[in-house]
C-alpha cells in the first residue's frame, strides 16, 4: 500500500517569493510521482510528474520538483510566486508495479498568496 | 478537444435515495477512474474501469457501482445515499499505460440532505 503525506496544510507566501511545498511517501514498491493543482471550484491539474531519469523535474507555471529516493520525498518549488497561484496542490503517487493507473492522494497544501 | 466531461456539475439528494454521475473522458482515451474528494480532504480513489471492466476497486462500500460504456464514457452509481457522501466526485481519463498521466473533469459537487 501507499501514502502520502503533506507536512503543510497551509503555506502563506508573499508575492514574488520562494516557496516550497513538501511531500513525503510510503511504499513498498517503487513508484511514480505528481503534483495536481486544485483552483477553487475545478477538477485538477497536472503541474508535473517523476517517471524515471532526471530527479529535477521541471513542470507548467515555473514550477519545479526533485525526487530524493533516500528520503522518500518530492518537494515542489517555485522561486517567485504570482498572485494567481494561490490554489490547493496535491501531491500523489502510483505503483509501478500495476498495469493500471491508480493515485494516492496526500492531503493538500493550500498556497496563499499575498501582495 | 474538451477534456473530461462531468454532468450535472452540481446535485442535491436526499439521504436514502440514489444517484448516477457521468463522465465522458479525454478523447482518445479509454480508461476512467472516479475519486471522491471530501471538504478539506484529497481525492480518494473509488474504482477504474477499463475495456468496460472494473480493474481495480479502492476502499469503498458496494453501494458504490460503476459501469463503462462502449464508447469509453462511464457512469458512477451511489445507492442508499448517506450524509457522508456529500463530496466532490471527480472522473479522470488516460491511456491504458503505466505513468500515463490522468487528465480530470471539474467534478460533480453531491450534496445529500
Known sequence: AQSVTQLDSQVPVFEEAPVE??????SSVSVYLFWYVQYPNQGLQLLLKY????TLVKGINGFEA???KSQTSFHLRKPSVHISDTAEYFCAVSPMNTGFQKLVFGTGTRLLVSP | D??????PTHLIKTRGQQVTLRCSPKSGHDTVSWYQQALGQGPQFIFQYYE???????NFPDRFSGHQFPNYSSE???NALLLGDSALYLCA????????EAFFGQGTRLTVV
Open chain 2, 52 to 58: 468496460e471492466e472494473e480493474r481495480q476497486r479502492g
Open chain 1, 51 to 54: 517517471l524515471s531519469g532526471s
Open chain 1, 66 to 68: 526533485e525526487f530524493n
Open chain 2, 2 to 7: 474538451a477534456g473530461v466531461t462531468q454532468s
Open chain 2, 76 to 78: 458512477l452509481n451511489v
Open chain 1, 21 to 26: 511545498l513538501r511531500c513525503n511517501y510510503s
Open chain 2, 93 to 100: 481519463s488516460s491511456f491504458s499505460a503505466r505513468g500515463a
